[in-house]
């Protein structure tokens, strides 16, 4: 059921289906020409005439909702992104049937690019890795590395979801994504790596890198 303007006309629909590919207020400030032009022409009004912001705003919501859901039931949605982006996804672990306090859901994802710069700039240089947590609606873990490119820039190199993170978890993922860069890189190795004040993160870390982790400490 539509939220938002429930007798835009199919036509409206399809032209806003079709500019996706801009920005809301860019198709919002199009139709409204269009409309000055109907205006100015004296040509009956319509309640395609009354569209406001919101209303784009929704079926953009909407096409790319339906663009990453492949299926209605979550587990089955990732398991088919995940095998469909075989190449992006270094490890992949879903609870399935068992108890979620066993085996946690886990997924690390790295891009051919990302590969590509973890080996650049993670061999004999610094990264940098932190996680969120409650950012989403199945509340999980997300723990980002970054590498520095030579300007001290920060370059993205590797995702990781997770429902939970013991030090255990942290090293069921840490291992597949360093025996990654050793099959491309055999010396591979950070020279630091800085995290917070997480002693599960620091613990793993130390356990799969065998090196001891810088403690970034934040005011």
Known sequence: MFRYAPHMSQTLKD???????????????????????????????????????QDIAYLDRKHKKGSWRLHTNPAISIQSWAF????????????GEINETQVPFTIGIQTPTQCESMLLYGHSGAISMDAT?????????????????DHHTGVPLTWIITSKQTIEDLIEWLKPLKDKMLSHMPHWKPSCIFVDDAPQELKALQLVLYLVPTLCLFP
């Open 15 to 53: 032209h806003i289906q079709l500019n996706l590919g801009y920005t809301t207020k860019q198709i919002y400030d199009k139709h409204k020409a269009i409309w000055w032009e109907h205006v100015n022409a004296g040509q009956s009004m319509t309640w395609d005439d009354f569209i406001r912001l």
């Open 133 to 149: 947590f409650g950012t989403n609606d199945m509340k999980f873990h997300q723990f980002s590395l970054m590498g520095f490119e």
């Open 84 to 95: 469909q982006h075989s190449k992006d996804v270094f490890f992949f672990q879903d609870v």
